[in-house]
């Protein structure tokens, strides 16, 4: 019987190919609204980040999310992904 292939991302902080499920996904939509995307279908350009909050510390000194963004996080979204993470 074949396996069922795993959907891999790679973190745009650590650069780690690892599971949908292991990731975040944050999502800059057409009119330019960041929001955090936890069904992973959102419309709009996806970045995926680790689920722990080192990686996340690091995501914010580096800007990392921004660069790949193209756009400035704002702190509501970085909370909002805190938030998910301790959950």
Known sequence: M??????????????????????????KDNEGNVFVDETGKANGRGAYIKKDISVLEQAKKSKALDRHLETTISEEVYEEIKNIIER
């Open 2 to 27: 074949k396996q069922k292939k795993i959907p891999l991302r790679t973190c745009v902080v650590t650069k780690e190919k690892l599971e949908k499920k292991d990731l975040l996904r944050v999502v």
